[in-house]
T-cell receptor
Framework: SAVISQKPSRDICQRGTSLTIQCQVD?????MFWYRQQPGQSLTLIAT?????????ESGFVIDKFPISRPNLTFSTLTVSNMSPEDSSIYLCSGVVTEAFFGQGTRLTVV | GQQLNQSPQSMFIQEGEDVSMNCTSS?????WLWYKQDPGEGPVLLIALYKAGELTSNGRLTAQFGITRKDSFLNISASIPSDVGIYFC??????????FGEGTQLTVNP
């Protein structure tokens, strides 16, 4: 099965700054997604990363806060912009061939 | 957003015991998936179910796709310490988007 490399694995950031998370898949996938997981909770879908076009965001998530790029079939980035402590969470990217598989996640702490 | 109702929230069992957890939804899904997540890692797929009524096994794991397409269960037989972790069900809807259950935290005492 395909493997997703996600980086950074963790970061501590100052409020008001931005962090870009990268996701690289070792083979082409049909779909890529970004999820957020609050500590001790389930995964919530942020957006679908569309190749070569604007991402499709779920209710409660907006492009200005979470800009996403997907320039090709194997790579995507998520930026968490103008961070506040409420953005502290685990961010996970996912790729789909037939079923979804996940990167190891980025644990973000905003101080 | 929508979430699946997963139960139980947590389980504390002895090594060797069997475990059962389930998910229900108000919506129909075409695919049900079960994942396990270890600390500091992303979820790893355990079993995928594609047809209503389907019963699938993967080693000591057995899962079923409910006939109404609104529920699924996962059984783990003869649990071992490495079964510890959080188990998530997920329904796959349009565009391959996943809706996750709240998770079941499993603790296995040796």
């Amino acid at each position: 099965s395909a493997v997703i490399s996600q980086k950074p694995s963790r970061d501590i950031c100052q409020r008001g700054t931005s962090l870009t998370i990268q996701c690289q898949v070792d083979s082409q996938v049909t779909m890529m997604f970004w999820y957020r997981q609050q500590p001790g909770q389930s995964l919530t879908l942020i957006a679908t990363a569309n190749q070569g076009s604007e991402a499709t965001y779920e209710s409660g998530f907006v492009i200005d806060k979470f800009p996403i790029s997907r320039p090709n079939l194997t790579f995507s980035t998520l930026t968490v912009s103008n961070m506040s402590p409420e953005d502290s969470s685990i961010y996970l990217c996912s790729g789909v061939v037939t079923e979804a598989f996940f990167g190891q996640g980025t644990r973000l702490t905003v101080v | 957003g929508q979430q699946l109702n997963q139960s139980p929230q947590s389980m504390f069992i002895q090594e060797g015991e069997d475990v059962s957890m389930n998910c229900t939804s108000s919506s129909i899904f075409n695919t049900w998936l079960w994942y396990k997540q270890d600390p500091g890692e992303g979820p790893v797929l355990l079993i995928a179910l594609y047809k209503a009524g389907e019963l699938t096994s993967n080693g000591r794991l057995t899962a079923q796709f409910g006939i109404t397409r609104k529920d699924s269960f996962l059984n783990i037989s003869a649990s071992i310490p490495s079964d510890v972790g959080i188990y998530f069900c997920a329904g796959q809807g349009s565009g391959s988007r996943l809706t996750f259950g709240e998770g079941t935290q499993l603790t296995v005492n040796p």
